[in-house]
Structures are given as structure tokens and as C-alpha cells.
């Protein structure tokens, strides 16, 4: 299973890491994902969505 949110579809992004050197090492920024019971289901959706969502319910 992917690490990507199962609402919006977003995964990570890819970020360089810079050493004492300024060499470029390439890596992942993940999302911040949640588990989410929503309508008897389980997802996992990023804080974005899970954001828009109390938004709209409110």
C-alpha cells in the first residue's frame, strides 16, 4: 500500500537534504498522515483533507 492520501490521491514530494558540504543527498517528505473511521470506514487521509472535512462538517 502506497503512502499516499486515499481522498486527494497527494504522496510525497522530493526534497534535498544538504550536508555540512553543501552536497545534495535526494529524499522523501512524506505527508502527515491519519487514520480516519468516516462513514464505517477506515482511511487514511492527509491533515489537509481531514482539515477541509471538520470544515465543511461544521
Known amino acids: ?3 499516499s ?3 486527494c490521491g497527494r ?3 522530493k526534497a534535498a537534504s544538504r550536508s555540512h558540504s ?3 543527498t535526494l529524499r522523501r517528505q512524506e505527508l502527515n498522515l491519519q487514520s480516519k473511521k468516516i ?5 487514511r ?3 489537509r483533507c481531514l482539515k477541509t472535512l471538520t ?4
Open 55 to 58: 470544515k465543511v462538517a461544521a
Open 1 to 3: 500500500m502506497a503512502r
Open 45 to 47: 487521509i492527509c491533515t
Open 39 to 43: 462513514g464505517g470506514k477506515r482511511w
Open 22 to 24: 553543501n552536497i545534495k
Open 11 to 13: 504522496s510525497y514530494h
Open 5 to 7: 492520501c486515499e481522498k
